[in-house]
């Protein structure tokens, strides 16, 4: 898996490029009215303004809905529908490649940075899947990363241990690897919450019992 990592051929690093279907698109526009031509520059600004599923009534979702509706845009459909898709996983592509890396500047970022950056991604995953649909190649991957960030957003909440936090981001994990069991990232939060798991334990125990010493050889012992 780590040589397929560091050569690119992890299906992790997939990801969907937009098109540009310029000459169509002008071709298309000079059939459809004023209001339509409006909506669709609009749906186009939205996408390059991150402006997917907010505020509601003025978000690229919003026009969407409404001009694949548009029997006249319909050569224009399927470019949207791509386009619409690989702008709302681009940020969480960006950061998932980061995290691959151990890039120290997404380490260095405080918790509530953190938090307030990626809560809205696994809205955009999972939109994003829905737009592509299941028979597409990235239907799953994308499933995967949105099951990654629900669990890696309640482990950034988890400051002071909370035994059903840690089991519900477990869930959402274990969810990711089923989609996509080749995922590295899972496996990693995952070895960080038992190790959470295990940390709360032994404190327990010196509380409980007595004062656990980690001796030379490697193991624990009580002293009372």
């Not at 959402?172 to 959470?196: C, E, H, T």
């Amino acid at each position: 898996m780590l040589a397929s990592i560091k050569s690119g051929k992890s299906t992790q690093m997939s990801s969907i490029s937009s098109i540009d279907s310029r000459g169509m698109e002008d071709e298309v526009m000079a059939t459809v009215d004023s209001s339509v031509r409006l909506t669709y520059k609009l749906f186009k600004q939205a996408l390059k303004d991150k402006m997917f599923l907010e505020p509601v009534n003025a978000c690229a979702e919003k026009y969407y809905s409404q001009l694949i509706n548009e029997p006249k845009l319909e050569q224009l459909h399927s470019t949207m529908r791509r386009n619409y898709a690989a702008a709302l996983q681009d940020d969480a592509q960006q950061v998932l490649n980061r995290l691959l890396i151990s890039d120290p500047t997404i380490y260095g970022l405080s918790v509530k940075l953190q938090a307030n950056r990626y809560e809205l991604f696994p809205k955009y995953l999972e939109r994003s899947a829905e737009l592509l649909g299941e028979k597409h190649y990235l239907y799953f991957i994308l499933k995967a990363r949105m099951n990654f960030f629900k669990g890696y957003l309640l482990q950034l909440s988890n400051v002071n241990f909370n035994k059903n936090i840690g089991l519900q981001s477990i869930e959402y994990f274990n969810k990711a690897i089923l989609f996509q069991a080749d995922f590295p990232l899972p496996y990693w939060q995952l070895s960080y919450v038992y190790g959470r798991f295990l940390i709360n334990w032994i404190l327990q125990n010196i509380m409980q019992n007595g004062l656990w010493i980690y001796n030379q050889t490697g193991f624990f012992h009580m002293c009372h």
